[in-house]
């Protein structure tokens, strides 16, 4: 999702700002990986494959989003990926 679009959304729950951290984006501005967190009710809302996953609590699958909450553990897979090929 382009990240002028992502800048314009706010919280669904409170309509609250939302501060947006960008793990990896494509050559444009489009965001790839990240999380939003709203700066009202400190909601975080994972961007997966540029989709932010903004669906409300119940809904939402913890096993899908856990990886994105861990930034460190995501970089680790990445190196180990790369130094395999
Ligand atoms: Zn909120």
Redesign the pocket.
Same mark, same amino acid.
């Given at each position: 999702m382009r990240l002028k679009t992502i800048e314009k959304l706010c #919280?669904p729950?409170?309509k609250?700002d939302l501060q947006m951290e960008v793990f990896t984006k494509d050559t444009g501005m489009n965001v790839l990986e990240g999380i939003l967190s709203?700066t009202? #009710?400190r909601?975080k809302y994972p961007i997966v494959h540029g989709v932010p996953i903004m669906t409300p609590d119940e809904y939402r699958q913890e096993a899908l989003e856990k990886p994105f909450f861990e930034p460190q553990k995501l970089m680790q897979e990445f190196q180990d990926d790369t130094a395999l090929s």
């Open positions: #919280c729950f409170d609250g709203c009202v #009710c909601r």
